[in-house]
């Protein structure tokens, strides 16, 4: 089992930056992806960004390439997600989620197995 708390969501200004923090606990994750998630009332739940636990591979969704950096701490067993320049349409709930490496794609939510409970993110025009 993998338990994952997100923290950081809250309300801001367009063109301002969040952190959001993902506290993972459990098993280990060296054979994980760390996924970062998003849903909009009435949208479907999409991909933001993932990264490999072990390893320096990361990857983004082309509407927050080059704003959203999405990094770990292992010592502290957390990912990151830093959002600039954040925009009206980057309201969301925000969830991070696990997978195993080799179990499906990692821009897909339904590899995902665990998923933390999501932590709101509302920017303002």
């Known amino acids: 089992q993998v338990q994952l708390v997100e923290s950081g969501g809250g309300l801001v200004q367009a063109g301002d930056s969040l952190r959001l923090s993902c506290a993972a606990s459990g098993r280990t994750l060296s054979s994980y992806h760390i996924g970062w998630f998003r849903q909009a009332p009435g949208k479907e739940r999409e991909f933001v960004a993932a990264?490999?636990?072990?390893?320096?591979?990361?990857y983004y969704a082309d509407s927050v390439k080059g704003r959203f950096t999405i990094s770990r701490d292992n010592a502290k067993n957390t990912v990151y997600l830093q959002m600039n320049s954040l925009k009206p349409e980057d309201t969301a709930v925000y969830y991070c989620?696990?997978?195993?490496?080799?179990?499906?794609?990692?821009?897909?939510?339904?590899?995902?197995?665990?998923w933390g409970q999501g932590t709101q993110v509302t920017v303002s025009s």
């Open positions: 989620a696990a997978k195993l490496y080799a179990s499906g794609s990692k821009y897909s939510p339904g590899s995902y197995v665990y």
């Open positions: 990264i490999r636990w072990s390893g320096v591979s990361t």
